[in-house]
């Protein structure tokens, strides 16, 4: 599975967008992009997941680029209790892998007052 | 629904002895199971893939006799730490895939060990 890049850590006004980049340049054709969020001291945290085109959901937008080298995540409006380590995964979904999610370092984000 | 349950969430032992953490489906069935293992201010690392009903398998560097893993039925997996040390001490979490998905992955609250 490719390898991602993300910023060590982030600061984000409450109420504001939070948008969390992640690079992944070396990305194949068949591989999803994944995010993951962990509280402190608690399990990951499923947000959302993509391959190419946009994605939304309940709690986040993915954005992904048309060379699918990078994405953002997007918190549209950030709260304290999104202060968290985010982690951006990509890996191949496929009937004979195993599906195993290898975290990296992931980006911590403190949401401010 | 898809919640993922750990037991015991916290747990202090001595040296010597073993302990085994339970991770269950609680409203799905499960054929794959994880288990990681995250130091402070570390990241979550992978230590085994539990399929149900097979051995488990494990990732380079992950002594297998020390860290029993035990799959029996679609719902429960166990982690057993044999004869702990202090430097297993770490946060232990475990994962689940949903039978008959490939993208649909939950984690497990985590479970706490502390090794005196």
């Known amino acids: 599975d490719a390898k991602t890049t993300q910023p060590t850590s982030m600061d984000c006004a409450e109420g504001r967008a939070a948008n969390l980049p992640c690079n992944h340049s070396t990305i194949s054709g068949n591989e999803y992009v994944y995010w993951y969020r962990q509280i402190h001291s608690q399990g990951p945290q499923y947000i959302i997941h993509g391959l190419k085109n946009n994605e939304t959901n309940e709690m986040a937008s993915l954005i992904i680029t048309e060379d699918r080298k990078s994405s953002t995540l997007i918190l549209p409006h950030a709260t304290l209790r999104d202060t968290a380590v985010y982690y951006c995964i990509v890996r191949v979904v496929s009937s004979s892998n195993t599906g195993k999610l290898i975290f990296g370092q992931g980006t911590t984000l403190q949401v401010k007052p | 629904g898809a919640v993922v349950s750990q037991h015991p969430s916290r747990v202090i032992c001595k040296s010597g002895t073993s302990v085994k953490i339970e991770c269950r489906s609680l409203?799905?069935?499960?054929?794959?199971m994880f288990w990681y293992r995250q130091f402070p201010k570390q990241s979550l690392m992978l230590m085994a893939t539990?399929?149900?009903?097979?051995?488990?398998?494990?990732e380079q560097g992950v002594e297998k006799d020390k860290f029993l893993i035990n799959h029996a039925s679609l719902t429960l997996s166990t982690l057993t730490v044999t004869s702990a040390h202090p430097e297993d001490s770490s946060f232990y979490i475990c994962?689940?895939?949903?039978?008959?998905?490939?993208?649909?992955?939950?984690f497990g609250p985590g479970t706490r060990l502390t090794v005196l």
């Open positions: 409203d799905f069935q499960a054929t794959t």
């Open positions: 994962s689940a895939r949903i039978y008959g998905t490939l993208n649909e992955q939950f």
């Open positions: 539990s399929n149900e009903g097979s051995k488990a398998t494990y």
